[in-house]
């Protein structure tokens, strides 16, 4: 089928608006999107920053108040008092100790136990959650009891290496009490020395895990995601992914429960966060943004927590999809004025060329009265005016060339008449000279 020149108008129209409106605002929307995106990526890197940050200004609090403590005169006289033989000055200055330390642990809602030790690994005071903790042991090297020994924990051995201003930290883990896990938490220890700079023993401060999880929690809202923390330890492939804080508690310390999960084996494609220390990636099942920032209490880049933040795609690209929604609402008005716009436009260019078809055939017919009305001051104003004109000067061409003819005819027929005349003449004049020169002749007789 032809299509006619108003159609093949409008679809032209058409089709370069949509094209050109599908190009904008799809160049439009892709530059706007990566800018939230960026946006959104860089505000959970900020969010990430301000946790690892709070997180290490907690353990540094905690580190600075055990060497703070372990710098108390009454701890040195306690300690000193045993290496000199004092026990009943020991015994007094234990006691109190014991009562400092349980006011102390009242005001610190994050510690979960304080214990003072000996180079020989024996409690000699233990405050855990606002009890003192009886001592029913007797010391295997004093006369003086003792809570119990921590001479058998891996740990204990790190201690012996501190030297004066040092601290030691170690993982974090379940806690276990009469091998039973107990709640996680990480343990702190400052050692103490007397005036002669002997090492004399420790203090040990257990901080409740808890308290780092709080800090992690609040890095993004409920609504939007949620965070936790992983170990990334390049020297303990057994550490290595475990979940150290998550709001499913059951997948945590694996390494220890024997039961749970770790980072890498939930996100496959978060292995190559092993070596990078901050970043985001997106999950490729669920397309969440995964935020993460390395961050290590231990000053290595071999072990140490990832700081993890997984946000929800929907919450977290939220103002893009908004945005998506209003571009393809405007897109569609913009396409349906377009419309309009296309079909007013096709039907002002192409009402005066039908008119002025229509006008043509009707001249071309022999209807040289018939007169264009287009009243447009454009190009076809000028060209109906030019048909009309042609239309008025062949008329005119027609009306002289017949009144030409007629003229002509007219003229022939009097040369016709004129020549019959002469004719007649001449035939009547022969007879009438014959006739006269014979009465002449007639009348001479």
Known sequence: MQLKIGQKLLIALLGITILSTAAVFSFGYIVSSRSLAGKVEEELRLSLKRSSEDVDNFLQDQQSEAKAL???????????????????GFIKNRELMERFLLEHQKNRKAIQAIRVVDTKGQVLIKVKELKVIDKNKQHPFFPVTSVGSLSEK???????????GQVWMSNFELGIDNNEFCPPMIRIAAPIFLKDNIIAGFLVINIWGQRIGEIVNNTITKDD??????????LDPERNGIYLHHHDFDICFLNQTGKGSTFFKDYPDAARLMDKNRGVIRDPSSRNLIAYVYYSPYMSQETGWLIVTVADRDRALAPIIKQKKVMLTVGVIILMAAAVTAILLSKTLTNPISLLSAGAKEIGSG????????????????????????????????????????????????????????????????PLGNIISTAKLLGDD
């Open 154 to 164: 891996n740990f204990f051995s790190e201690l012996l290496k501190l030297t004066k």
């Open 225 to 234: 995601g949620h965070s936790f923390v992983v170990e990334r330890n390049i």
């Open 367 to 430: 209807n040289l009265d018939y007169r264009i009305d287009v009243s447009s001051g454009d190009e076809i104003g000028d060209l109906a005016i030019g048909f009309n004109s042609m239309s008025q000067a062949l008329k005119e061409n027609i009306n002289k060339r017949i009144e030409a003819e007629s003229r002509a005819c007219q003229a022939e027929k009097l040369a016709s008449i004129g020549e019959l005349a002469a004719g007649v003449a001449h035939e009547i004049n022969n």
């Open 70 to 88: 372990a710098e108390m005169p009454w701890l040195k006289e306690l300690l000193g008092s045993l290496k000199s033989g004092n026990y009943g």
